[in-house]
């Protein structure tokens, strides 16, 4: 089965900076499954995937306009701390911290007595990435998942 819209993927993958070492990897854990077409990973690597099939690996790179877009200056912004909840916090960590809009990952620039500057930008912002890909599993999502835009069972949302 070719992968395309509504196929259920299930894959591995490591992510690095062009001639740079490795950023993150599947490998030492589950593989990852998205539904394709819903927006579970990034542009540029579903659609690298679109018209592949189960079995196959490859490399691609990706820009950052089809990865996490483009770092914007003016996206720091000065947060009380009390919204930390007493986290032990330094320069260059990466938090997640909720807000109206889901939860948010952003980068610790400066911490202060009762301020804590953050940078909003996604942290892979502005970087080119370069993915090996290998694809284990595909198959047709259920009319529950595509209802629910999601994975379900192994890999996926457990309701």
């Known amino acids: 089965m070719k992968i395309e819209d ?30 394709i077409g819903q927006g579970g990973i990034i542009a540029g690597l579903e659609a690298a995937m679109r018209g592949r099939q189960a079995g196959e690996t490859f490399e691609v790179t990706v820009e950052p306009a089809q990865a996490y877009g483009e770092r914007r200056e003016g996206m720091v912004q000065r947060i009380p701390r009390k919204h930390f909840k007493g986290a032990k916090l330094a320069p260059g960590m990466q938090v997640v911290l ?9 980068t610790v620039r400066k911490v202060g007595i009762s301020v804590v500057d953050v940078d909003l930008n996604h942290p892979m ?16 999502a259920s009319e529950e998942e595509i209802a629910h835009r999601h994975v379900h069972g192994d890999g996926g949302h457990q309701h």
């Open 6 to 35: 509504n196929s259920v993927v299930r894959f591995h993958y490591t992510v690095a900076e062009p001639g740079q070492g490795q950023i993150e990897t599947s490998r030492k854990q589950e593989p990852m499954t998205v539904l």
């Open 98 to 106: 909720p807000t109206e809009q889901g939860n948010r990952a952003m």
């Open 125 to 140: 912002a502005g970087k080119t990435l370069v993915f090996e890909v290998e694809l284990l599993d595909v198959r047709a």
